[in-house]
């Protein structure tokens, strides 16, 4: 801010306050002249707003847990009783992460480089029937939060089981997440039959729902693990409560002849022929997409969450995103677990996004770096049914915002923030991190939870999964 | 240590100095009793020795730029001038970039996303042309070298112009490189014709030959750009001198159409034909080996750099690096230059290594992270020839250590090294870094150059290189 405009700002700050009076209750706590709680002041400002502006020099004003205005360098600023300076740094819309299982950072690493079902059978169905508890999905959900607020995700999408005690961490954490009660044709650990799971699923989403956090969501786990009728009720429960529905699809190469034999169709249809291919659903990777299956999603309105590195690790297949977007699906993108990706860096995450549709495409051209980012942001609230909530910088979002430090050897030069953001950033550079208005990292340390005891209850519960595996070879 | 240990160290430190003296020789610096400069201890070593030995609670003891012991936890110490804390760390060998442009920095994120042909001749060739003096290569070196350092990687091969300068950068920032002065067919920023170029190769050889961390190196660009025969003289010049050579090699899919206009082969029946493909070669890129053309290689001796972050961004094609390896091949791991990365974290570059060979070849197995991680320090060393100095934590290797600091939740919790650092460490979470015995990072801060003026000096040449393309659309 000029000397000029730092004389000036009472002044434009009482204008400014009459002229918002109407839409900023008032709050007892803000003291008489500060209009706002948090001004994220001096930063580029990368709003992902309609227009796409970037703001050099800008700020983000905060009041409780919304935006209430983003300003450009020469905009007068309100008084706030609290200023972030950001200068250096870019300011950007929190990012979110579209699907995972966040209680498997607890197996982050336990088994790599192997067939997907020698590693699924062999290794992570095993320990979690053996040690999936709700200590299990407390500790590990909390770990996953602690990491990806570090890394700059502010909203993420869950799938797990004991979903009660993964949002009792978010919550904690002060992270935002789609958590999804997992419904399952088989014995589970938290719930032993998919009728009981779909009783346990609606008094999940009754003691959630209206937090201003978390998103109770159902979540069938696949039509080649769940029978079709499950898949279509618990898409009538999500129905009946206004809650997403979440569920795998199309990601194994044979899918299509798994699913045909109990349903007749394949995956995409036999979702159609339900129902469920509408605005609210979140079809997880898709990557084997056939005939008209794309026209068929975006005709139907459900989104999709692309999960680039889980899914090359465990070479799945390279998911036609390219072909989904210009379809109009909204894609976000996703980790997937950390048991196989094994990081829930999303700033990574969009570098092999971008990378990946390059080279399987064999065109430079492909997923340029703006596409990635909005699909880390903007997109991927569109895909949680969230976009009039999170995902860009405006006036009356939640205030979902992260700094990402640009002064490092690694970040300079800058010529082109998005190029920066999706192909030179890392989480680490993230430094300071808001949710719901709330600073919950300041200078790369949770405010919220103390993160050495969130590693200590980590490494307690891995010398439990350790020696239950030592009779293993 | 135990308290045992403790009291007993400096009886056994006496036996292991008199064991040890005619190897070390002696330093006035190191005070009476001391018998090593530094001990890095209680870590979890990862010496990649014969064995693969991977040392819980170890130690790695240095005497001036050499490892003169790696411990085991129950080991006596010896007494050290200077001893680093390890506990919670991974004690690991230096990484080795086996190739990169590094002054190419100063145009990281210039210009992405575009036909590879649009991206070199309308943008970067043209920059290059007008931009690359001497301060832009060593402002930009520094900067590459200081981001490699912060990021684990210890010994580099750079490939580029002014190379003088390049060299001057690196001793300075501490770092050790393979420098090749860059020798091509066309008028270069440094020299006007590929005879000057080539005199000026051997100048640099006289300079540098010798320094304790520079290693001059001749580097005709590719045959594509440059004669047969200067490659030739390139290659004798390399041999006259004992040093590396390094060439672009079946980098681009039409490669072997447009060499063999000029040959009468293609890149490697070429190479071969005059001798090239010889220990002391190392190939960048072969992406696009024909026919036998594997064979010949492995036949030769040459090695590789692959680089495939570099090659999915550009769209380059997928080098089909575990058949040369397969071949027996050394295969180093590369970032090639910023302007096509855009980040030289070599952790990153291993888990995109892993995933792409996994997703290619639609095989889990492929690539695991053990293989990967050797490619990024033994097998680099092997690459560039250097296999007897470094690239393993073993006695009689230069002391070219990283400490990686796990104790985050991103890298918590550990059951496999190996799977931790190729699919979960990122560059910043190295904390400590020793090149040649010489603390350069301590603590993630440069101890030999000063950053902020680093980073300043790149951004004053930014200025430059931004108002120079301010005629361009």
């Known amino acids: 801010m000029s000397n000029r405009l730092r004389v000036l700002a009472p002044v434009l700050c009482a204008v400014l306050s009459a002229a918002c009076a109407t839409a900023i209750p008032s709050s007892d ?7 706002i709680d948090l001004l994220i002041d001096g930063g580029t400002v990368v709003t992902l707003d309609g227009n796409e502006r970037v703001l050099a020099g800008g700020a983000v004003a905060i009041r409780g847990s919304a935006i209430v205005a983003v300003l450009d360098a020469d905009a007068p600023r309100p008084l706030a009783i609290e200023t972030v300076d950001a200068r250096g740094h870019l300011v950007i819309p929190g990012l979110v992460n579209t699907h995972g299982h966040a209680a498997m950072t607890l197996l982050r690493g336990l088994a790599d480089d192997m067939p997907v079902m020698t590693w699924l059978t062999q290794f992570i169905f095993p320990v979690e029937a053996r040690e999936v508890k709700p200590d299990f999905v407390y500790a590990g959900t909390r770990l996953a939060c602690v990491e990806m607020l570090l890394s700059g995700t502010t ?40 009728e009981l799971a779909l009783a346990g699923a609606e008094r999940f989403i009754a003691t959630w729902r209206g937090h201003p956090l978390v998103v109770p969501s159902v979540a069938p786990h696949a039509l080649y693990t769940t029978p079709l009728d499950v898949v279509r009720r618990s898409h009538a429960l999500a129905r009946k409560y206004g809650v997403p529905m979440q569920i795998h699809a199309a990601e194994i190469a044979d899918e299509d002849e798994r699913v045909r034999g109990s349903t007749g169709l394949g995956t995409i249809r036999a979702l159609d022929s339900i129902g469920v291919l509408a605005p609210g659903t979140l079809l997880h990777h898709v990557i084997w997409p056939r005939e008209d299956d794309v026209a068929r999603i975006a005709k139907g309105g459900a989104a999709t969450s692309h999960n680039p590195e889980s899914n090359m690790k465990t070479a799945a297949g390279v998911a036609p995103i390219p072909d989904l977007m210009a379809a109009g699906i909204a894609v976000g993108l996703g980790t997937d677990g950390a048991a196989s990706n094994n990081s829930l860096d999303l700033f990574q995450e969009m570098d092999s996004a971008a990378k990946l549709h390059k080279s399987h495409r064999s065109d430079a051209t492909a997923m340029p770096a703006r596409t990635v980012f909005r699909m880390a942001t903007i997109e991927g609230a569109r895909a949680l049914g969230m976009a009039d909530r999170i995902g860009s910088l405006e006036a009356g979002k939640r205030a979902d915002v992260v700094l990402v430090d640009t002064r490092t050897p690694g970040l300079t ?28 990292v300041r200078d790369r340390r949770l405010t919220t939870v103390d993160v050495e005891d969130v590693m200590a209850r980590a490494r307690g519960l891995q010398a439990r999964i350790r020696s239950g595996l030592a009779p293993t070879p």
Chains 1, 2 share one sequence.
């Not at 706590?29 to 209009?35: C, G, H, L």
């Not at 797990?160 to 949002?167: C, P």
């Not at 920066?420 to 208005?437: F, M, N, S």
């Open 155 to 194: 909203t993420y999408a869950d799938m797990y089981y004991f979903e009660d005690e993964a949002a009792r961490a978010t919550a904690e954490v002060g992270m935002r997440g789609v958590l999804g009660q997992t419904i399952i044709g088989f014995p589970a650990p938290d719930y032993a039959t998919p």
């Open 29 to 35: 706590r803000v003291p008489a002249r500060a209009t």
């Open 413 to 440: 030069p800058m010529y082109d923030p998005y190029s920066l953001l999706v192909y030179a950033v890392k989480g680490a550079d993230v430094r300071t991190v808001v949710v719901d208005g709330k600073i919950v």
